[in-house]
């Protein structure tokens, strides 16, 4: 057998073995996706983060939960933020105070009563309009929106399939570090009325 017919035997037979190695289980996939995120400095979207492990949604979903879990477990100084497709690591809520002094920061947000009740509003039923939110407080709420918007607590997300197509809001990564989440199901639990997405704005001032 001559050198090219070697050679092509050889690689032949590699592929053959790296077809054959077992798939990475989730735990192996966690700390992928730990130095994944490391790296990268940034949210990734879960669609980045199949694309590169070569998984599909359901192993991607099982290899967080695993993450999640060795983090908050193991009280490791990073946690795992999961805020709709996005995914992150963060620094664990209980030491705030020290990276906030590291980073001459303010330990909170300081937010006014109205801005507070907004908030709210919008943490529960996101996506949601203005005019929405108003429903529910009864007041003009531009200027609680607009504090919340400028300390990064709420962005706008969208536009609604409505007449006008008015804004929709959500919150945003920041508010779930500010408030010691990594998601949103970690809010606790209220009961609202269900006919809120039908209510009309109410006409006071904030």
């Given at each position: 057998?001559?050198?090219?017919?070697?050679?092509?035997?050889?690689?032949?037979?590699?592929?053959?073995?790296?077809?054959?190695?077992?798939?990475?289980?989730?735990?192996?996939?966690?700390?992928?996706?730990?130095?994944?995120?490391?790296?990268?400095?940034?949210?990734?979207?879960?669609?980045?983060?199949?694309?590169?492990?070569?998984?599909?949604e359901a192993l991607l979903s099982e290899s967080l939960r695993?993450?999640?879990?060795?983090?908050?477990?193991?009280?490791?100084?990073?946690?795992?933020?999961?805020?709709?497709?996005?995914?992150?690591?963060?620094?664990?809520?209980?030491?705030?105070?020290?990276?906030?002094?590291?980073?001459?920061?303010?330990?909170?947000?300081?937010?006014?009563?109205?801005?507070?009740?907004?908030?709210?509003?919008?943490?529960?039923?996101?996506?949601?309009?203005?005019?929405?939110?108003?429903?529910?407080?009864?007041?003009?709420?531009?200027?609680?929106?607009?504090?919340?918007?400028?300390?990064?607590?709420?962005?706008?997300?969208?536009?609604?399939?409505?007449?006008?197509?008015?804004?929709?809001?959500?919150?945003?990564?920041?508010?779930?570090?500010?408030?010691?989440?990594?998601?949103?199901?970690?809010?606790?639990?209220?009961?609202?009325?269900?006919?809120?997405?039908?209510?009309?704005?109410?006409?006071?001032?904030?």
């Open positions: 057998m001559n050198g090219g017919a070697n050679g092509r035997a050889l690689l032949s037979r590699s592929f053959e073995r790296a077809e054959a190695m077992p798939t990475a289980t989730s735990e192996q996939l966690a700390t992928a996706i730990e130095s994944l995120l490391f790296v990268s400095g940034r949210p990734l979207a879960r669609g980045e983060l199949r694309k590169l492990l070569d998984i599909d695993a993450l999640e879990s060795e983090l908050e477990s193991r009280r490791r100084g990073i946690r795992l933020q999961l805020l709709g497709e996005q995914v992150q690591l963060v620094t664990a809520p209980e030491n705030a105070r020290y990276v906030a002094a590291l980073l001459g920061l303010p330990m909170t947000a300081k937010l006014t009563t109205a801005a507070l009740e907004t908030l709210s509003v919008i943490a529960y039923r996101q996506p949601v309009t203005r005019a929405q939110i108003e429903a529910v407080r009864g007041v003009n709420s531009d200027r609680a929106l607009l504090s919340l918007v400028q300390h990064g607590l709420v962005a706008e997300v969208g536009r609604a399939p409505t007449v006008g197509r008015p804004a929709l809001f959500a919150t945003t990564a920041e508010f779930l570090q500010q408030f010691g989440l990594t998601r949103l199901d970690q809010l606790p639990g209220v009961d609202l009325p269900p006919s809120f997405n039908e209510q009309e704005p109410g006409g006071g001032e904030e």
